[in-house]
């Protein structure tokens, strides 16, 4: 839980100080924009923190050209010929203006088929896909619960799929509910897979501290791949971070 959140300044980099009940200091970039976050132990003063951050300055300037230079994708316009991604896959948008219903159909793992109204408009045309997205998402989330609750030895009481413009999930510890971004559905399985672990584990350790990495080293030893994986993913238009 946190217990004191509050913004310093070093070297001119804003810095989003959260001390909680932990052990040791952390400091973290965050994507899309470069965001630093320090989570401190409780008696540690800000002139500490301050100090731990001027020590990582050159690794932080780093993180952020990094984020920088991540590709983004432009506004999708929702015409055929627009490449849009699932799970990771590559595919060319067709849109067929028809009378009937609005759906999606895949075709040879190539094109996604978006038929819409001859007066869709481009949103309209967005909201089409973006519900079959939610639909393929929740699709793959269950077979992962089930494998991953017993591992870890939890369970989750709900979860649910949202468009976040800040994180990849979110985990409720004390409702025992987790969220996942919508545009998960366009990364890889891999990366999805590691938020399922990821939020599951706060379940049994609700901060970043050691003992929620020593929760993902022991059951995904390889969680920091698939995270960096994720992170290097094209960002869509609209930006969100983990």
């Avoid at 939610?134 to 939890?154: Q, S, T, Y």
């Avoid at 379940?203 to 990495?213: G, K």
Wanted: charged content about 25%; glycine content about 6%; aromatic content about 8%.
């Amino acid at each position: 839980m946190n217990i004191d959140a509050h913004v310093i300044v070093v070297g001119g980099v804003r810095v989003l100080v959260v001390r909680k009940g932990i052990k040791n200091l952390h400091v973290g970039v965050y994507p899309p924009l470069g965001r630093v976050r320090v989570a401190a132990p409780l008696t540690v003063s800000d002139e500490a923190v301050r100090l731990a951050v001027v020590g990582k300055l050159g690794w932080i300037k780093r993180q952020r050209a990094g984020f920088e230079s991540q590709p983004r994708q432009s506004r999708r316009e929702m015409v055929s010929g627009e490449s849009h991604y699932v799970f990771g896959r590559r595919y060319r948008l067709h849109v067929l203006a028809r009378a009937a219903g609005a759906h999606v159909v895949v075709r040879k793992r190539a094109t996604l088929e978006l038929h819409v109204s001859t007066s869709s408009t481009t949103e309209q045309r967005e909201r089409v896909l973006q519900r079959w997205y939610r639909r393929r998402l929740k699709e793959m989330v269950p077979p992962l619960l089930d494998a991953w609750e017993p591992i870890l030895g939890v369970r989750v009481a709900a979860w649910g799929v949202r468009k976040m413009k800040t994180r990849w999930g979110t985990c409720n510890p004390v409702s025992r509910r987790i969220w996942l971004n919508l545009e998960l559905a366009k990364k890889p399985v891999q990366c999805l897979e590691y938020l399922v672990v990821h939020e599951l584990a706060h379940l049994i350790e609700p901060s970043h501290n050691d003992r929620f990495v020593e929760v993902m080293d022991r059951h995904l030893p390889l969680w920091r791949l698939h995270r960096d994986a994720l992170n290097s993913q094209p960002l869509a238009h609209d930006t969100w971070d983990y």
